[in-house]
């Protein structure tokens, strides 16, 4: 399977907010995390597109859209990478290890990298450590069903 990522753009927003709310529906019916992906839409992709700060891709497996990547400078080469979401039928096929990598090619003055994820689900921690992120041992507790992991990423 070849694996792409595309700046996103204005036109194809409709199908990536789709995409977004498919991939992260399962997440929010478990842990009903108001702040949740499965929440935000159109308002928050189109900020996104017009910032300079903000780097906004479409995940292509084989030529077809299958879900988004979206990354920040935080601090002076420190990067977050703010959202990875996959079509459920693309996911544990290698895709979001993939894109991470893609997208890292595209950011070459990222010295570092920073992600949060559900601590419990172990398909997104085995896709960080299989992209090379790591362990801190910090969380976050964001409700009494949901706490991060926090995972970074030093680039050499």
């Not at 479409?58 to 002076?76: H, L, P, S, T």
């Not at 993939?98 to 172990?122: M, N, Y």
């Amino acid at each position: 399977m070849t694996i792409s990522v595309e700046i996103a753009r204005k036109r194809g927003l409709r199908k990536l907010i789709a995409m977004q709310r498919a991939a992260f529906r399962p997440l929010y019916q478990l842990y009903r995390d108001e702040g949740s992906p499965y929440l935000r839409g159109r308002k928050e992709h189109a900020e996104w597109l017009k910032r300079t700060d903000r780097y906004v891709y479409q995940i292509c497996a084989d030529g077809k859209c299958c879900g988004g990547i979206v990354a920040f400078e935080r601090e002076n080469g420190v990067f977050y990478l703010a959202r990875l979401y996959i079509l459920p039928n693309m996911q544990g096929k290698g895709v979001g290890a993939q894109a991470i990598a893609l997208l890292e090619a595209e950011l070459p003055q990222a010295r570092k990298w920073s992600v949060d994820f559900p601590a419990d689900q172990p398909q997104n921690r085995r896709c960080y450590e299989k992209a090379g992120y790591r362990d801190t041992g910090l969380t976050r507790q964001i409700n009494e069903r949901l706490t991060l992991a926090i995972y970074e990423k030093e680039v050499n």
